[in-house]
């Protein structure tokens, strides 16, 4: 408390000295100290009320971590108030007339136009990475580089409005304002000037202008850069560029090359990812993280099929690697077994025959197979060239945002969240694997919800709202929704040979629902297996449980779950989890140190990758593919 009221006292002296040395006073003393009285009580106030302010805006976020019960306070409320104190005096001596402003009358060189231009350059940079990584990590919980290298060279079309928005009038609104008045600051013609007695001294000269621009735009440069390769974590883009790994080559069973056979009879396969969906949702009893159980709908339906957890009890699932931790690299990994890895010069995710056109997917395997494949959301699938990748890979019947208005389905100006909302995306469903069914071939059916994407969800007309947090609200509504549509497909005659995948196609990235959470719980994504093909619902405990996987596990053990016995239990470094084979994870260490050390390999250049994976290579042919 003394520390503190000193530092009021001393505030109001340092203003007072400035005072007096900058504008010569010659005071009584009595004057003085009223003159430093004054200071003392008008500045703190000011500055009191204006730190206020600033605790019940940014208080506790990454850009104003100090409190007011921190060491660090009495320092920072002395700059603060320090500042504004010399604000008081610049507007107090433009009232009194004591400084003013004048034109510069000089003529400028053309020389320093350009210098301003590259100031201008810098600055605009700066703000643009600073204000850019604060939006990023606030509204995404985090970006991985992979995915913020790969999102800046895909394409964004279908992205949901809510996001945009949030864009344009954050980093995009914030960087132009900073520009723009940066701008009127350097080409101002208006010099300023100080009255002392009968002497006038030009306190702020062009060349004076010229430094503090040089170092303000320097400054900010360097600083918004920084602040962006810190948390963005951009020193992982060197492994990813120039740190070769063998891992994935050591590891990777070539899917044109692997042995398979397929039942006489093929069975259909429903894959439901479901945006966002975790097991943290799940009450502390079931090995979530919830007072609530959220997605009780869902959790009862565990008992009925396969949940694959890492915990030794309770819910789980996979773990969160590098290149797997947004919605189109989670595709990608279940689909292919591998990690969606940055671009090389000469390869793309954005244009047609680019995405991965040396992999083989599922839906090229099923394809061979003559399964009839369709893939459905209420986005657009333009959205990170979704469509070029299952187009080229299995040509699904995409049957998206676009394909519902040109089908009719939904009007020509219809916009809901990212396209239309997920209560349509069911009834739509419904159609579509009737349809299926009535085409006597067996079928794959893809389809993504979007509800619970961040930021807190889409509340639709049908979304109940009993709780405070609209995030929590539409989980429970989403959860209960998924629920219902599984129960309808278990109603359905095809049900019987289909088996059905419901997973979390990543983490949610809604920060503020995660604030104040245990660092140490490990959040996994929520999934189940139905009715998959026989003998697997009785597989032993040890297989279901203790198991450290990723999203590539998926795609054998997918395969598996409708009867395809796969030679090696292994495709792309994806493993089966119905077999008896340890996961990559498993065999490179002991639970956390196995995942770490997987997620690590991720990271690096693999050539491999590039070469077979992002290059174009043989087709799947389907040579090694039998019957039983």
Known sequence: ????????????????????????????????????????????????????????????????????????????????????????????AILEQKMYFDKDRNQRKKSNVIFNIILILLIAFGTAAFTGTVWGMESFNGVDPDQLIINLTSPTEGTSEEVMNAFWSGPFLHTISVTFLFIVFIFSKRLLFLRRSEKTICVFSVRIRRGISFILALGVFLGGIAYGVKEFQLFTLYDMYFTESSFIADNFANPREVKMQFPKKKRNLIHIYLESMENTYASKDLGGYMDENLIAPLTDLVDEGVSFSQSERGLGGPIATQGCVWSVASMVNMTTGVPMKVPSAQNTYGTSGSFLPGAVTIGDILGAQGYEQTLMFGASAGFGGLNYFYESHGKFNILDYDAAKKNGWIPQDYKEWWGYEDDKLFEFAKRELTRLDETGKPFYFVMETADTHFPDGYVGKNTPTPRESQYANVIAYSASEVSKFVRWIQDQPFYENTTIVLIGDHLSMDKKFFAGFDENYVRTTFNLILNPADGLNDIPQDRRFNRWWFNGDMFPTMLASIGVKIDGERLGVGTNLFSERPTIMEENGNGVDGWKYVDKEFSYRSDYYIENILSENEPFDNKNVTEY
Request: hydrophobic share 60%.
């Open 1 to 92: 408390m003394f520390i503190f009221v000193a530092s009021l006292f001393l505030v109001g002296l340092i203003i007072g000295l400035i005072d007096i040395l900058v504008f010569k006073r010659k005071e009584s003393l009595k004057e003085t100290i009223c003159l430093f009285l004054s200071y003392t009580i008008g500045v703190n106030l000011l500055s009191m009320f204006l730190v206020d302010i600033a605790f019940r805006i940014v208080a506790q976020t990454m850009l104003f971590p100090i409190n007011g019960h921190s060491d660090k306070f009495p320092f920072l409320y002395v700059v603060v108030s320090i500042l504004v104190g010399i604000v008081w005096l610049f507007v107090n």
